[in-house]
Every structure is written in C-alpha cells, then in structure tokens.
T-cell receptor
Framework: AQSVTQPDIHITVSEGASLELRCNYS??????LFWYVQSPGQGLQLLLK??????LVQGIKGFEAEFKRSQSSFNLRKPSVHWSDAAEYFC????????????FGTGTRLLVSP | DAGVTQSPTHLIKTRGQQVTLRCSPK?????VSWYQQALGQGPQFIFQ???????QRGNFPDRFSGHQFPNYSSELNVNALLLGDSALYLC??????????FGQGTRLTVV
C-alpha cells in the first residue's frame, strides 16, 4: 500500500536559517510527489511538484525539493526561512490508477523563532 | 480566477443528522476530489468525481456519498453523523491527472 512518512512532527527554525523537511514515501511505481503548505484553518496550497525529469524541483516562495529514488525521499528545503513560513507542511504521493488520488503524510509543523 | 470555492466555511450539526457540503472547482477543471482532515492529521481521500461519476473511493463508509453536476461542481453528503465525522473537509479540483488545487475547506463540528 502507498504511504508517506514525515518523521518530524514539529520543527523550530530561527528566522534566516536554512530549513529541510523530510519526506519518505512507499509506492511501487514511479511516483508523482507534492509538497503542500497549510496555514491555520486554511486549505492547502501547492508549493511544488515532481512528475519526472530533473530531480531538483523549484517551487513557489523560494522552496525547492530533491527527489532521491534510491532513498525513496522527497525532502523540502529553503535556504533562508521567513517568519511568514510558519505553517503546516504536507508531503503527498500521487497514486495514479487512471485517476490520481493523493496520499498524504501526517504533516510537519514549522515554527519560526525570531 | 476564483479558484476552488467551498461552502459553507463552518457548520455545526447534531449527531444523527445529515449534512451537505458544496464545492465549485477552479475554472477549466473537470475532476473533483474530496478529502477529510481530522485535527492534527493529514488529509484522507474520500472519493473522486469525473464526468458526473464516482471514479475511485477511499476507505470511507457508505454514509459518505457525493455527486457531480454538469457544470463540474460537486456535493459531499454525510448521513447519520457521528462525533468522529468532525473534521475539515477539503475539496480539490484538477484537470484529470494534473496537480490538484484545494479550496479553503468546510469545518464540520458534530455535537
């Protein structure tokens, strides 16, 4: 069965410091991978996606993620965190059986300290 | 472009009642999916509609049903509400297998 693991429930980063959020997936075929961000009480906003090709993908708000097939990972990175980045981050794998559904991890809450 | 819109934003229902949530997809999108997000959890896939038919379904009981209209908008119905149905219900739209765009969600509280 498909699954996504986000091993860090909470992460605290100082403003201006770099960030890496971890994501590991389990999926038998070539995965479609996504990172979404959710502010409190809000819906999900797509940060970036990987479908194929270059394993380093760029997203919005200065985020990037690297797909590593050998490690079944798709970690999210940002070189310098801003206070407005504080939110919940979800990694998801797209399961494609003709129609695509998303399987999400449990999320990582990012706290940004001054 | 209004994006994905959901209504209502908040809803309080009593155990045993029925509820209907609504979703209008992003312009140009033809596929609507529904997700349930319990507090502190990631979203869980409920079902997906395309061409007015349910195309795939997650592990949810038959109390959860849906509909898609010719204009691609969709409804999620939940019958015989349980306390455990309290959650944020998210609608996502896409153009077939492209990336999904999410609405702001409907917060359902069952008392």
């Amino acid at each position: 069965a498909q699954s996504v693991t986000q091993p860090d429930i909470h992460i605290t980063v100082s403003e201006g410091a770099s960030l890496e959020l971890r994501c590991n997936y389990s999926y038998g075929a070539t995965p479609y991978l996504f990172w979404y961000v959710q502010s409190p009480g809000q819906g999900l906003q797509l940060l970036l996606k990987y479908f194929s090709g270059d394993t380093l993908v760029q997203g919005i708000k200065g985020f990037e993620a690297e797909f590593k097939r050998s490690q079944s990972s798709f970690n999210l990175r940002k070189p310098s965190v801003h206070w407005s980045d504080a939110a919940e981050y979800f990694c998801a794998v797209g399961v494609n059986t003709g129609f695509q559904k998303l399987v999400f991890g449990t999320g990582t809450r990012l706290l940004v300290s001054p | 472009d209004a994006g994905v819109t959901q209504s209502p934003t908040h809803l309080i229902k009593t155990r045993g009642q029925q509820v209907t949530l609504r979703c209008s997809p992003k312009s140009g999108h033809d596929t609507v999916s529904w997700y349930q997000q319990a507090l502190g959890q990631g979203p869980q896939f409920i079902f997906q509609y395309y061409e007015e038919e349910e195309r795939q379904r997650g592990n949810f009981p038959d109390r959860f049903s849906g509909h898609q209209f010719p204009n691609y908008s969709s409804e999620l119905n939940v019958n015989a509400l349980l306390l455990g149905d309290s959650a944020l219900y998210l609608c996502a739209s896409s153009l077939r297998n492209t990336e999904a765009f999410f609405g702001q969600g409907t917060r359902l509280t069952v008392v």
